[in-house]
């Protein structure tokens, strides 16, 4: 396979993992790749699953000098967006690769309708489920590193599953998923707990149905087949998510059996060691839904528990006193966050943690982080400043930056470039030996040694910040476990 030597780095763009999933592959479990020959060219990114239904392709960072006998760890990463956005070519190995001895893999999965779609024709032509082929598309791209990235300088036995935002439940899907037993030996979860509960097969074949029906795919199963099967990708792409019109993974007895967070809490789950965090300000992006017209005091709360769908308005209320909060947006937003993200991490952690004592719990909460999101147009992501709300402060993805050491040349501050240090010199760790402890580095306790803390990456490093307290997760743990995005 022949790719492109940049600055002591091969980087491999474009790399098949699994058949073209189109025509009467759509909507089915990826196929193996059949067996080539002759010299691919890996030089150019692929088109991303949100533009082309060809994408089952994964981009390889690998240090220029890594020979087949290295066998240095496997970092593999799963963009979020949602389950209907994003790709992977937004983001950049080549800092890990070169400076932390690591190999990167950054893949592409199904996504929308065309990744996460369930419908009973579908279920009863694969014999049982449907719905799940985004999830599926992942763990062949796991498979596919277990048996070939030995070539490529990696050590099959060492692969760390690692995603953020629909990226990190993507992970938690997998530790729960007994599908994806034995392909992967560590997990890193960042911002993912957003949706504790997955619907049932049933549930989200009733979404199905009803796209199918919109689409015209009615009739015997054959038909709806064959109707489905011939529509414009564009449209097949769209659709309804059957959880607030968000994609979700569905519990079909197969890929999953129950719950993520059922499976966590029993044990039954793949046991691995574990990173799991989230950000300060997972929520604050939301305030722009208020743009024109700011809560007030008096109704703020109320809106927090119509969207929380938890808990009610006099109980939040109690909790986000408006003297904490210089606008009472800034009280909605970190109810939502602390509800939606964090403190579904914190319990998650507590899970995962008392069957793995190599788990370990983090808060990213840079004081001045840097504002922009690798890919992403800083115009509008996170955007500029509400002036009624202020700072964005360390919003949901900002983490992203200092895990690639991806800046724009205005974020490259000495704080910023030192806390990407940490942040991947932790992460190295974690993948190389399964501890992210090592040389240089404060000491990072474990979930069930921290006593309810984390470690706060931030300048300067915290490792026992009491964020569980200031996140209130007191008062949401009584709470019933997010089953919805929004």
């Given amino acids: ?83 209907g956005a994003g790709t992977p070519n937004d983001f950049d190995g080549s800092a890990l690769a070169n400076d932390n001895g690591v190999v990167v893999v950054t893949i592409a999965y199904r996504l929308g309708a065309l990744g996460f779609l369930a419908h009973p024709a579908l279920t009863a032509e694969a014999g049982g489920s449907s719905g ?73 074949e009733t979404f199905g149905q009803s796209d199918a029906s919109k689409w015209g795919c009615t009739g015997t199963d054959a038909e709806v087949l064959a109707c489905l099967r011939t529509l414009p990708a564009a449209t097949a792409r769209a659709g309804t998510g059957p959880v607030s019109g ?21 044990g039954r789950f793949n046991q691995v060691p574990t990173i799991v965090g989230s950000n300060h300000d997972e929520a604050t992006s939301a305030a722009k839904n208020f743009a024109s017209a700011p809560l007030a005091s008096a109704t703020w709360a109320f809106v927090a528990a119509s969207v929380v769908k938890v808990g009610t308005p006099t109980d939040i209320a109690a909790q986000y ?8 947006t800034r009280a909605f937003t970190s109810a939502y966050g602390d509800y939606r993200f964090f403190c579904g991490m914190v319990a998650e952690a507590q899970r995962i943690g008392q069957w793995v004592p190599s ?52 974020d490259q501050t000495a704080s910023n470039l030192a806390l990407s240090v940490s942040m991947r010199s932790y992460l190295a760790n974690f993948a190389r ?33 009491d964020a569980a307290t200031a996140h209130k997760c007191s008062y949401w743990g009584t709470q019933p476990p997010s089953a919805s995005l929004i």
């Fill in 132 to 204: 799940n082929y985004g999830m599926l598309d992942q763990q062949a791209a796991m498979a596919w590193v277990r048996a070939n990235i030995q070539g490529f300088g990696g050590d099959p036995a060492n692969t760390t599953i690692f995603g953020q935002s629909a990226g990190g439940y993507s992970v938690y899907t997998h530790l729960a998923s007994p599908l994806a037993a034995g392909l992967f030996d560590k997990a890193v979860v960042s911002s993912g707990a957003y949706m504790r509960i997955q619907p049932t097969l049933a549930t989200a």
């Fill in 433 to 465: 030996t399964g501890n992210p402890n090592g040389s240089g580095l404060p000491m990072w306790a474990t979930v069930a040694a921290n006593g309810g803390k984390v470690m706060s990456f931030a300048t300067p490093l915290v490792p026992g910040a």
């Fill in 359 to 410: 788990t370990w719990s983090y808060e990213f909460a840079e004081q001045t982080p840097a504002q922009a999101i690798p890919g992403q147009d800083p115009a509008t992501t996170p955007g500029p400043e509400l002036a009624f709300y202020g700072p964005w402060g360390d919003f949901h993805s900002a983490d992203l930056s200092y895990w690639f050491s991806q800046f724009r040349t205005q």
């Fill in 1 to 83: 396979m022949q790719g492109t030597l940049k600055d002591n780095v091969t980087v491999f763009l474009g790399v098949p993992y699994a058949e073209s999933p189109v025509g009467a592959r759509r909507w089915k479990a990826p196929a193996a790749l059949a067996v080539r020959s002759g010299t691919y060219t890996a030089q150019e990114a692929k088109s991303g699953c949100t533009v082309a239904e060809d994408c089952l392709y994964l981009n390889i960072y690998k240090p220029a000098k890594a020979s087949a006998a290295s066998k240095l760890p496997v970092l593999m990463y799963i963009h979020g967006g949602g389950l």
């Fill in 246 to 266: 968000v994609w979700t993974p569905v519990i079909d007895g197969k890929l999953l059996k129950e719950s993520t967070t059922e499976a966590f809490a029993a």
């Fill in 321 to 328: 006193s408006s003297t904490d909060f210089p606008v009472p």
